[in-house]
């Protein structure tokens, strides 16, 4: 009998233990899955060795699942709690949750009564409702392929508080342990599907990094993905995100990563037009082809679809200061801020305010922006430059030299003509503003050398 046609004999429930079983689950992790006991388990697998005509549970996986198909979204079951029919702002929070999570488009969200997960789950949120003088809602976050609650959160119902911005607030929460656990699991085991999520979680998050090393990694990985069949728009994203602040650091030419950026853009516009990656991808296209303006344009589209949206905030900030709007960049940070507080900490968000408040004339912000990126990341060059610019217009002269000694650690080749890749697209004023602060120190960048062939 063709192994298909077995399957099919297969029951709704056997078919969810063996999609587990393929996961690696042992007999007592899918038992908590499913929430039966290790003897039905046993019963149900030996039912599924006799039906598939196998002898273990290693024949059993090795067979394939009839018409496999690359999942295009992660499956997210959220349990549905009797209570919240008699609890308006429970229910509202709760609800407030899942829309803002899935205003990522890259998750599928159900809701259950019963906190049972399916074959095709991948990560479930146990939700409890304590009730009393202060009523408070328990979350725990749970992958089918770990026995470990990978995050837990509590909110706490206050009078006077926006139950909006909260929800908000614990969706990127949310969303960032998520993206944080995906990338512990991949590591674990890099075979995990769908591999455009896992492995795009891993190396976003490794590459919080930011050393070329990284870079180099991820983009082979991630391009090897985009070229599979598991291509998604996410991975594209992830690749292009990567080779623009591969640009910024100066790891890599423009003009070897144009092209795959423009191709990459054009696949978006034709395939996914209205996909908040697409419009991404389509953004930083237009920076590339220096339309600061056709950027912005698709950024702000982006925070009307998905206000949770980090990295959009972030390059439309970058947006603002290159059109000389600076207190609008900086006010789309503090919106983001507002929503996740913990990201007032990143370095790469600390980065972007260090050259908007230079570029506000806002030195001493700055200084201490900078400050903060360098003691983290001490190699990075934009900072470093906007650190010896800012102390160039305040005359600290003493400390801008050792800034430019350890600029000099680092980059020893560093040439006028790179600095004029970096500060190009920025409006004349600003980038005359920069230039100005730079040249007030001791700092001598070299010449680009012509040699005679």
């Known amino acids: 009998m063709p192994e298909e046609k077995k399957q099919s004999e297969l029951t709704r429930r056997q078919i969810e233990i063996l999609s587990l079983l393929r996961k690696g689950l042992t007999n007592q992790e899918i038992a908590r899955s499913l929430c039966i006991s290790q003897n039905t388990v046993k019963v149900h697998l030996a039912n599924i060795y006799k039906i598939l005509d196998v002898t273990n549970r290693t024949e059993a996986s090795s067979i394939q699942a009839p018409h496999a198909l690359a999942k295009n979204k992660v499956q997210l079951l959220f349990c549905d709690l009797p209570k919240f029919e008699t609890q308006a702002n429970a229910r509202h929070f709760y609800l407030t949750l899942i829309k803002d999570l899935n205003q990522f488009d890259l998750f599928n969200v159900q809701v259950e009564k019963e906190n049972l997960p399916s074959a095709s789950t991948d990560f479930f949120v146990n939700a409890t409702y304590s009730e009393g ?51 512990r699991l991949y590591k674990k085991d890099s075979s995990m599907q769908p591999s455009w999520w896992y492995a795009t979680s891993y190396y976003r998050v490794k590459g919080e990094g930011r050393t070329k090393e990284i870079w180099l990694e991820a983009k082979e990985a991630l391009e090897a993905i985009s070229k599979s069949s598991e291509e998604h728009i996410y991975v594209s994203f992830a690749l292009v995100d990567f080779h623009y602040k591969a640009l910024l650091e100066q790891w890599c030419a423009l003009k070897d990563y144009q092209a795959r950026i423009q191709e990459l853009a054009a696949h978006g516009m034709r395939f996914r037009p209205n996909s908040q990656y697409s419009m991404f991808i389509i953004a930083l296209s237009n920076i590339l082809a220096g339309s600061n303006e056709g950027a912005a344009f698709y950024l702000e589209k982006i925070i009307v679809v998905n206000p949770l949206n980090s990295s959009a905030r972030h390059l439309l900030a970058q947006m603002y200061m290159l059109l000389s709007k600076e207190e609008l960049g900086l006010e789309q940070l503090s919106e983001y801020q507002n929503l996740y507080p913990a990201s007032r900490e990143q370095p790469y968000i600390q980065a972007i305010k260090a050259l908007l408040f230079c570029l506000a004339k806002r030195f001493d912000e700055c200084i201490q922006h900078c400050a903060d990126v360098l003691f983290i990341i001490p190699e990075t060059t934009v900072t470093r430059l906007v650190m010896i610019s800012a102390l160039g217009w305040t005359s600290q002269l003493e400390l801008s030299q050792k800034h430019i000694d350890l600029f000099y650690h680092y980059h020893p080749n560093f040439k006028l003509a790179d600095l004029g890749n970096m500060t190009g697209a920025m409006h004349v004023d600003k980038r005359n503003l920069l230039l100005e602060g730079i040249s007030r120190t001791s700092m001598k960048i070299q010449p680009v050398r012509v040699i005679d062939k």
Request: proline share 4%.
């Open 133 to 183: 003088e202060e009523p408070t809602l328990f979350f725990s976050l749970h992958h089918v392929c770990s026995p470990e609650i990978l995050w837990y959160a509590s909110y706490a119902f206050v009078a006077g508080k926006d139950l909006q911005l909260e929800a908000s607030r614990l969706a990127i929460r949310l969303w960032v342990q998520l993206e944080l656990a995906s990338a």
